[in-house]
């Protein structure tokens, strides 16, 4: 079956801008998470969906960062004001309870 | 804290050569642990993974892991590379069961040369 998609693939934008970063999970997987990977690190933990809400967002720098699943299915991470150093590749993975976590292929945004 | 470990930035080897990569986590409890590969220009896929039973763990392409609880290890290994190893490898952990973040070393570049 289809995999985790995630939309853009690159993201360019200016510094001070909204940008939003749509993930697809994989059909049926109730748990969806973001994740965060800036060069030369492994990815860090930003926030996780169980269903509808955020069972988990205590990995979100700061209130700039938000992210939703309305229907417990697509999620958005949406950030404000954008800054140079959120430059970074944007992960989002999906999961059955307590079993392994899926990777989508990532958002690259890089703010100017 | 929770972290996670690994103890080679960069690797390379011939091919043909044995690889060991090192990974040491730091977490209470009961955990779950996970080897990562990203190939080049391709997303994070699952190598193998460790929840419970056997320490010795299989995974895809020959690769294997032993989990040490003794040592908080869970080390990466296999006994001839091939060029198509070359990736980027991450060892994560979270807490056993329910939904649980993943923890992130930072990874290891390995290169294979013919």
């Known amino acids: 079956g289809a995999g985790v998609s995630q939309t853009p693939s690159n993201k360019v934008t200016e510094k001070g801008k909204y940008v939003e970063l749509r993930c697809d999970p994989i059909?049926?997987?109730?748990?969806l998470y973001w994740y965060r990977q800036s060069l030369g690190q492994g990815p860090e933990f930003l926030i996780y969906?169980?269903?509808?809400?955020?069972?988990?967002d205590s990995g979100l720098p700061n209130d700039r960062f938000f992210a939703v699943r309305p229907e417990g299915s697509v999620s958005t991470l949406k950030i404000q004001r954008t800054e140079r150093g959120d430059s970074a590749v944007y992960l989002c993975a999906s999961s059955n309870v307590g079993e392994t976590q899926y990777f989508g292929p990532g958002t690259r945004l890089l703010v100017l | 804290a929770q972290s996670v470990s690994q103890h080679n930035h960069h690797v390379i080897l011939s091919e043909a050569a044995s690889l060991e990569l090192g990974c040491n986590y730091s977490y209470g409890g009961t955990v779950n642990l996970f080897w990562y590969v990203q190939y080049p220009g391709q997303h994070l896929q699952l190598l193998l993974k460790?929840?419970?039973?056997?320490?010795l763990v299989k995974g895809i392409k020959g690769f294997e892991a032993e989990f040490i609880k003794s040592k908080f290890s869970f080390n990466l290994r296999k006994p001839s590379v091939q060029w198509s190893d070359t990736a980027e490898y991450f060892c994560?952990?979270?807490?056993?069961?329910?939904?649980?973040?993943?923890?992130f070393g930072a990874g290891t570049r390995l290169a294979v040369h013919p």
């Open positions: 969906f169980q269903g509808t809400g955020a069972a988990d």
């Open positions: 994560a952990v979270n807490a056993a069961g329910g939904y649980n973040k993943l923890i």
């Open positions: 059909s049926g997987h109730t748990a």
């Open positions: 460790y929840f419970s039973g056997d320490p």
